[in-house]
């Protein structure tokens, strides 16, 4: 069964910086499209960042520019989203998910679009 694994959150006071990371289990990530997701309390999921499989990044949101950034490495089979400036409305679950994705320039940018998801990890910004 595929699942990815997504660590790195926690209590941040705002300002702060978060890197969190996404590992597949059971199979590599070389050819697949990466998004990140996140869902506050009472909120829909919204898309965060994605990444194509050739590494080619897309921000999703207009409240992440500048301070969300997506990488890949894929000799370590793992997908990072770098977060600086943290305020406490990037309260949220945030989720990684995957896509076999044939372009290799763009990547999907809606969360239904993916086929695999994780189980999310809870980044909570206060003082």
């Known amino acids: 069964q595929l699942q990815l694994v997504e660590s790195g959150g926690g209590l941040v006071q705002p300002g702060g910086s978060l890197r969190l990371s996404c590992t597949p289990s059971?199979?590599?990530?070389?050819?697949?499209?990466i998004g990140w997701f996140r869902q506050a309390p009472g909120k829909e999921r919204e898309g965060v960042s994605c990444?194509?499989?050739?590494?080619?990044?897309?921000n999703l949101g207009d409240s992440v520019k500048g301070r969300f950034t997506i990488s890949r490495d894929n000799a370590k089979n793992t997908v990072y989203l770098q977060i600086i400036s943290l305020k406490p409305e990037d309260t949220a679950v945030y989720y990684c998910?995957?896509?076999?994705?044939?372009?290799?320039?763009?990547?999907?940018?809606?969360?239904?679009?993916?086929?695999?998801w994780g189980q999310g990890t809870q980044v909570t910004v206060s003082s």
């Open positions: 998910a995957a896509v076999a994705y044939g372009d290799s320039i763009t990547c999907p940018p809606t969360a239904y679009e993916y086929d695999y």
């Open positions: 059971g199979f590599t990530l070389n050819n697949y499209a």
């Open positions: 990444i194509s499989h050739k590494g080619v990044s897309t």
